[in-house]
Every structure is written in structure tokens, then in C-alpha cells.
RNA sequence: GGUCCUGUAGAGCAGUUUGGAGUGCUCGCCACCCUGUCAAGGUGGAGGUCGCGGGUUCAAGUCCCGUCAGGACCGCCA
């Protein structure tokens, strides 16, 4: 080794020894005679103090640099308490600069504030930065804990293929040309679900695998077009079995990384009542708001907006002081998600404000306060229409609110899962499609008619939420293919079709499957949750822009003819 | 596919409402000074395609149109 010792871990106790230290020159105080440099390494840092006849005014931010020295206790008055080694320094003799650095794109110490294109040009030096590295580490941390607990489990790590076949059904697949067979087309995995659920008829029984997956869709802070899953399956297993497992899983990670135990058996709530109660499939409980059904209390209402399948209305306290401007904006906020608008009344000392409240009869703005909960001080917002779409308004108004009046305890970490989700919804042209996918599995007390009632039957599925954040999600599978077939029935899923997108599955169902299911947890939210990111970019190494374009390697880039000749992407497969 | 925000020196910003000389701030960079700093300090200096293209105007960083890039969201993401 270059070095003998790692500058972040030198002590008062290192005194007197000679050290060699390797890293890069951080920050620099030259003061002519004396200069000091905060030379760090990945451990941190400590002070090297030169004397003028050592010529260290040369050194600049981010060489490289090898120094000997000796380690000795600062002199009286001069330790820094706000460093971990800053009770030491080191005296140089000898300096060697094992490579220079050009004037940096940005600061690697201090300042935060830097764009992402940038940082992401860059990324080599933004891992430099104490927060990306920090980051980076604690994902590390976390993923060797994930091997850790599966393997005491007694799981088995397979690696299944990223070039496979494309299935139709979900996301829109990345395609790869294949040379030896010019006009077919591999695509990468949007996960691995068939292959997992092959290795259970294969009698592995427990599997998992931390894998890519890839989709080609929009991008958002928390999706990149290719991400990683833990993904697990496990045979003869329940729903509690999976989510014991998940909760043991999650919980070691948070609790030997963050120091936070999670609460066992985490809770569990219906998706009905989540859809109810929040507005959402994955609600943040870390503050209350809960959405109000008025549809009872406004039966027979004149007012027309109100006459509907559903009213609803969630409550923002100190609403009612927003200015005009903030209440026209939600009406705009509103509508950008699609809906007619948002109707309000503002809850004031002598009565109700706002638009609305004119509409209303004075039975029914008398007993409002009471319907509602709110205060005097607040707004009232409502939403009536369609059931689901109106919750959905109301929820993510709720999370609007949350924000806007700082109502997030941040600190807290919310953890439930989510059960009970419908298997199928309607697709909006006389049809149903999987909420989940097709292979999984009704509630047992579905299993026999959820055929005859496919807007209310109940899968086998669950999800763990966290803040807000959907971070894992799995189900029971159907293993019989006489079921399998009912579900497809319903999907308007002909037997030829099925053949042809899952026919693998479906034969390999033939042969003895085992009762299984399991759950996929995404790792890039995990981590960016663990990190305290913003955004799942705040834990990938090199991550891509929102238009998938990576800066540092400027991917993707055209082909050459050459190139796309010999890849066969014009090709027309064989018959 | 849609909505919104952003783009000014190497970095982060102000200036754009009300058009008038690239006007300015913090950091960094370069030179010099400086023997106890730790966001060191001081003096001086360099550095600009105001994202790009077009238009209006005597005059555009500023107004208009288009376009590109980044970000957030909706659609989409079984």
C-alpha cells in the first residue's frame, strides 16, 4: 500500500508516529509561513501542516497527493472539536503530488447547490462529494444486509436472464436486435416474475435475486428506465409468510443502518380503506387529513355539483386566510390533474366563505363543522363524481395540503402494508385488466367466484408502503391452470393468446407446481428512503436524465449503417 | 402526448415586471502578501455566444414566436 494510515482514523494516540497518507487535497489555508491542507481520503479527513521551506503553495484543490509525516497532538488552543480527527495533525516532511487536478466544474467540499446536469456530467467527481458518497455507502450497507438476512433464510441467489423474451402485457419492453437471427428481437426483463415463478416448479422453493429491471416509460424522480429489485419467491408459503419475511427483511435494513425499529407486525390496512380513509393505494400516515364521505350527508342536496355517486371532502386547517390568488390555484392545481375543479368553503367566525357556501341550505352548512371536523380557520375542499376518481382528487389534495402547510413530520418513518386490492379493474371499454397481473391469485374466499364478480373480488396481493412510497409489492400466485384459466376468461384472454405470450409458464404448470408467491421490493427507493434522498438519482451511481440520457457518457448515440447492417434491426424475421 | 418551472462568467444567484453600454453579488480560478488556520485573511487581476434561431424596435439578457436542454407533475409505469 501507498499509505500506512487512513487520515479520518488518526487520534491523539497516533501522536508521535510517522505516517504516510494518500487522498486529495480538500481545502487549503495558506498562510505564507504555515500551511495547512485538509487532505481526505475516504475516511474523511485530517489537517497536514506544512512549513514555508516545505513549498506546499503550490498544492491546489483536488490533487492528488501522497505525505509523510508526523502525527502530533495540535498545539494548546488550536484542536477543532467540530472534526473527528481534529484533536491531531499531521507534520509534513515530505510531500509527493501523484497527480494534479484542472480547476474543478464545481466545488467538491462545501456548497450543496449545484445543478444535476452538471453533477451528473460529472459524476465521478459528485461521488467525490461527501453526500453522494455517504449515500452510495449506505446502499452498500443496506445491500450486503439484504444477502445477509436472505441467506439466513436459507434462500437461494439466482441470477435469471436480461435477454428474454418480450411479453406484451405491462410496460413497454426495451428491445435488443440479435444478430444471429436477424428481425427477432430479445427485450430486457420488466422483472423477473416468470422466471421466479419457474424456479418454484423448479423445487428451488426459496429464491431471490437483487436485479435490473428495465422499462421503457416516462421517467420520474423515483423511476429510471432501468432500476433494481430484491425479487422473491417462495413455495408453500401464505400471505403471512411473505410479509413476515418482508417485515424482517426491512426491518434489519432499517434498523442497522438508521438505528430505527421497525414496529412488528407492521400494520396492515385494506386497500379499501386506504382508497376510504387517504385517497390513495399507498397512504403517508405520517400526518392525519383524512378524507371525509359526505355522500350520505348531502343525499338530498339541491345543489347540483353535490347530486352525485360520491362526495367527499378533505379538510386543510388555516385554509380559510389563503389569499384569492392561492384558492384560484388550487382550482388550477386541479385541473391539471384532470378534474372540472375543486370546490371549497372557507370556515370563518360568522359563517362559511367561498363560492360554494351560497349553494349550500342552511341545514347543511349548520351540521358541516360537524361532518367535517374542521375549524373555524379552515378550508373545506371538496370533490363529488365518480368514487374512485374523486378520492384519488381528494388524496392527492390531502398530500397537497401536507406539503403546503409543513404538516409531514419528516422525522417519522410510516410503515404498513396494504391488502386486500381488487384483482381486476375496469379497463374503460367494457373490460377488465389485472390490477396486479394475471398470475395472481384471488383471496381464498374468492377463489371459487370472483369470475361472477369481477369488479369486487379480492387478490391474494399486498403491498408494503412506506412515507407515501410504494417500496414493495408482491402476491400469492395461481398455480392451477384451471384457474389460471378463469382469470384469463375474464382478461378476454383466448386460449391461443395465452399460448403464445405465456405458454412456457403455462406448460411448465403442467408439472407439478407448488402452491407460491412472493414479493418485489424496489431497492432505489429503499435506498434513496435510507439516504434521505429526493429522488432515486440520489443513489444510483450514474443515473439518467428524465429523457434517458446519460451526460457523462452521452448515451444513448446513433449507430453506424455498419452497426445497424449487421445488428439485423432492419430485418425481417423469418416466417 | 400535455401542463408548469428553470437556462446570465467555472459553480450558485440577482438583473427580465417598466427595453437604454455585460450592471452586480457570493464562491471558485490566477498573481502577490501573510507563521496557527480549519468556510483562513488581505491586495490586485482574469474570466460572458445572457441556451440556440428568428422577429418587433433607433435600441433586446429584458417584449413576441419557435426550438433545445434540465427539473416537477399529469397521461403512462401489469
Given at each position: 500500500?501507498?499509505?500506512?494510515?487512513?487520515?479520518?482514523?488518526?487520534?491523539?494516540?497516533?501522536?508521535?508516529?510517522?505516517?504516510?497518507?494518500?487522498?486529495?487535497?480538500?481545502?487549503?489555508?495558506?498562510?505564507?509561513?504555515?500551511?495547512?491542507?485538509?487532505?481526505?481520503?475516504?475516511?474523511?479527513?485530517?489537517?497536514?501542516?506544512?512549513?514555508?521551506?516545505?513549498?506546499?503553495?503550490?498544492l491546489?484543490?483536488?490533487?492528488?497527493?501522497?505525505?509523510?509525516?508526523?502525527?502530533?497532538?495540535?498545539?494548546?488552543?488550536?484542536?477543532?472539536?467540530?472534526?473527528?480527527?481534529?484533536?491531531?495533525?499531521?507534520?509534513?516532511?515530505?510531500?509527493?503530488?501523484?497527480?494534479?487536478?484542472?480547476?474543478?466544474?464545481?466545488?467538491?467540499?462545501?456548497?450543496?447547490?449545484?445543478?444535476e446536469?452538471?453533477?451528473?456530467?460529472?459524476?465521478?467527481?459528485?461521488?467525490?462529494?461527501?453526500?453522494?458518497?455517504?449515500?452510495?455507502?449506505?446502499?452498500?450497507?443496506?445491500?450486503?444486509?439484504?444477502?445477509?438476512?436472505?441467506?439466513?433464510?436459507?434462500?437461494?441467489?439466482?441470477?435469471?436472464?436480461?435477454?428474454?423474451?418480450?411479453?406484451?402485457?405491462?410496460?413497454?419492453?426495451?428491445?435488443?436486435?440479435?444478430?444471429?437471427?436477424?428481425?427477432?428481437?430479445?427485450?430486457?426483463?420488466?422483472?423477473?416474475?416468470?422466471?421466479?415463478?419457474?424456479?418454484?416448479?423448479?423445487?428451488?422453493?426459496?429464491?431471490?435475486?437483487?436485479?435490473?429491471?428495465?422499462?421503457?416509460?416516462?421517467?420520474?424522480?423515483?423511476?429510471?428506465?432501468?432500476?433494481?429489485?430484491?425479487?422473491?419467491?417462495?413455495?408453500?408459503?401464505?400471505?403471512?409468510?411473505?410479509?413476515?419475511?418482508?417485515?424482517?427483511l426491512?426491518?434489519?435494513?432499517?434498523?442497522?443502518?438508521?438505528g430505527?425499529?421497525?414496529?412488528?407486525?407492521?400494520?396492515?390496512?385494506?386497500?379499501?380503506?386506504?382508497?376510504?380513509?387517504?385517497?390513495?393505494?399507498?397512504?403517508?400516515?405520517?400526518?392525519?387529513?383524512?378524507?371525509?364521505?359526505?355522500?350520505?350527508?348531502?343525499?338530498?342536496?339541491?345543489?347540483?355539483v353535490?347530486?352525485?355517486?360520491?362526495?367527499?371532502?378533505?379538510?386543510?386547517?388555516?385554509?380559510?386566510?389563503?389569499?384569492?390568488?392561492?384558492?384560484?390555484?388550487?382550482?388550477?392545481?386541479?385541473?391539471?390533474?384532470?378534474?372540472?375543479?375543486?370546490?371549497?368553503?372557507?370556515?370563518?367566525?360568522?359563517?362559511?366563505?367561498?363560492?360554494?357556501?351560497?349553494?349550500?341550505?342552511?341545514?347543511?352548512?349548520?351540521?358541516?363543522?360537524?361532518?367535517?371536523?374542521?375549524?373555524?380557520?379552515?378550508?373545506?375542499?371538496?370533490?363529488?363524481?365518480?368514487?374512485?376518481?374523486?378520492?384519488?382528487?381528494?388524496?392527492?389534495?390531502?398530500?397537497?395540503?401536507?406539503?403546503?402547510?409543513?404538516?409531514?413530520?419528516?422525522?417519522?418513518?410510516?410503515?404498513?402494508?396494504v391488502?386486500?386490492?381488487?384483482?381486476?379493474?375496469?379497463?374503460?371499454?367494457?373490460?377488465?385488466?389485472a390490477?396486479?397481473?394475471?398470475?395472481?391469485?384471488?383471496?381464498?374466499?374468492?377463489?371459487?367466484?370472483?369470475?361472477?364478480?369481477?369488479?369486487?373480488?379480492?387478490?391474494?396481493?399486498?403491498?408494503?408502503?412506506?412515507n407515501?412510497?410504494?417500496?414493495g409489492?408482491?402476491?400469492?400466485?395461481?398455480?392451477?391452470?384451471?384457474?389460471?384459466?378463469?382469470?384469463?376468461?375474464?382478461?378476454?384472454?383466448?386460449?391461443?393468446?395465452?399460448?403464445?405470450?405465456?405458454?412456457?409458464?403455462?406448460?411448465?404448470?403442467?408439472?407439478?407446481?407448488?402452491?407460491?408467491?412472493?414479493?418485489?421490493?424496489?431497492?432505489?427507493?429503499?435506498c434513496?428512503?435510507?439516504?434521505?434522498?429526493e429522488?432515486?438519482?440520489?443513489?444510483?451511481?450514474?443515473?439518467?436524465?428524465?429523457?434517458?440520457?446519460?451526460?457523462?457518457?452521452?448515451?444513448?448515440?446513433?449507430?453506424?449503417?455498419?452497426?445497424?447492417?449487421?445488428?439485423?434491426?432492419?430485418?425481417?424475421?423469418?416466417?
Amino acid at each position: 500500500m501507498i499509505r500506512t494510515h487512513q487520515a479520518g482514523t488518526l487520534r491523539p494516540e497516533h501522536a508521535g508516529q510517522q505516517v504516510t497518507l494518500a487522498g486529495w487535497v480538500a481545502r487549503r489555508r495558506d498562510h505564507g509561513g504555515v500551511v495547512f491542507i485538509d487532505l481526505r481520503d475516504s475516511s474523511g479527513s485530517a489537517q497536514v501542516v506544512f512549513r514555508e521551506e516545505d513549498d506546499a503553495h503550490g498544492l491546489r484543490s483536488e490533487y492528488c497527493v501522497k505525505v509523510v509525516g508526523e502525527v502530533r497532538v495540535r498545539p494548546e488552543g488550536n484542536e477543532n472539536p467540530d472534526i473527528p480527527t481534529g484533536g491531531i495533525e499531521v507534520v509534513a516532511s515530505e510531500v509527493e503530488v501523484l497527480s494534479e487536478a484542472a480547476p474543478l466544474p464545481f466545488p467538491i467540499e462545501g456548497a450543496s447547490g449545484v445543478s444535476e446536469e452538471a453533477r451528473l456530467k460529472y459524476r465521478y467527481l459528485d461521488i467525490r462529494r461527501q453526500q453522494l458518497g455517504d449515500a452510495l455507502r449506505i446502499r452498500s450497507k443496506a445491500t450486503y444486509l439484504v444477502n445477509e438476512v436472505m441467506n439466513e433464510r436459507g434462500f437461494v441467489y439466482v441470477e435469471t436472464p436480461n435477454l428474454t423474451r418480450s411479453t406484451p402485457e405491462g410496460a413497454r419492453d426495451f428491445l435488443v436486435p440479435v444478430r444471429l437471427q436477424p428481425g427477432n428481437w430479445y427485450a430486457l426483463p420488466q422483472s423477473p416474475q416468470l422466471f421466479k415463478q419457474l424456479l418454484m416448479v423448479a423445487g428451488l422453493e426459496r429464491y431471490y435475486q437483487l436485479t435490473k429491471c428495465f422499462r421503457d416509460e416516462d421517467l420520474r424522480a423515483d423511476r429510471q428506465p432501468e432500476f433494481t429489485q430484491i425479487d422473491i419467491e417462495m413455495s408453500f408459503v401464505d400471505q403471512d409468510d411473505v410479509m413476515e419475511l418482508g417485515e424482517a427483511l426491512i426491518g434489519r435494513v432499517w434498523k442497522e443502518t438508521l438505528g430505527y425499529e421497525l414496529p412488528s407486525p407492521l400494520p396492515r390496512m385494506t386497500y379499501a380503506d386506504a382508497m376510504a380513509r387517504f385517497g390513495s393505494d399507498k397512504p403517508d400516515l405520517r400526518f392525519g387529513c383524512e378524507l371525509v364521505d359526505l355522500t350520505d350527508y348531502f343525499k338530498d342536496t339541491t345543489f347540483r355539483v353535490f347530486q352525485n355517486e360520491y362526495v367527499g371532502a378533505v379538510v386543510m386547517p388555516g385554509g380559510a386566510s389563503q389569499t384569492r390568488k392561492e384558492l384560484d390555484g388550487w382550482q388550477e392545481w386541479a385541473k391539471s390533474r384532470g378534474a372540472r375543479g375543486l370546490a371549497y368553503v372557507l370556515v370563518q367566525e360568522d359563517g362559511f366563505g367561498g363560492p360554494v357556501a351560497k349553494n349550500l341550505s342552511e341545514a347543511e352548512t349548520a351540521g358541516l363543522r360537524a361532518a367535517t371536523g374542521a375549524e373555524v380557520g379552515d378550508a373545506i375542499f371538496f370533490a363529488a363524481g365518480a368514487r374512485h376518481a374523486s378520492r384519488e382528487l381528494l388524496g392527492a389534495a390531502r398530500l397537497e395540503i401536507g406539503r403546503r402547510k409543513q404538516l409531514i413530520d419528516e422525522s417519522q418513518w410510516s410503515f404498513l402494508w396494504v391488502v386486500d386490492a381488487p384483482m381486476f379493474e375496469d379497463d374503460g371499454e367494457g373490460g377488465w385488466t389485472a390490477v396486479h397481473h394475471p398470475f395472481t391469485g384471488p383471496k381464498p374466499e374468492w377463489s371459487d367466484n370472483f369470475q361472477d364478480h369481477p369488479g369486487e373480488a379480492l387478490a391474494y396481493a399486498y403491498d408494503m408502503v412506506c412515507n407515501g412510497m410504494e417500496i414493495g409489492g408482491g402476491s400469492i400466485r395461481i398455480h392451477r391452470a384451471e384457474m389460471q384459466q378463469r382469470v384469463f376468461d375474464v382478461l378476454g384472454i383466448s386460449k391461443e393468446e395465452a399460448e403464445s405470450k405465456f405458454g412456457f409458464l403455462l406448460e411448465a404448470f403442467k408439472y407439478g407446481p407448488p402452491p407460491h408467491g412472493g414479493i418485489a421490493y424496489g431497492w432505489d427507493r429503499i435506498c434513496m428512503l435510507l439516504a434521505g434522498g429526493e429522488s432515486i438519482r440520489d443513489v444510483i451511481a450514474f443515473p439518467k436524465t428524465a429523457s434517458g440520457f446519460d451526460p457523462l457518457t452521452a448515451a444513448p448515440t446513433p449507430i453506424t449503417p455498419a452497426q445497424r447492417k449487421e445488428a439485423g434491426v432492419d430485418a425481417t424475421p423469418k416466417a
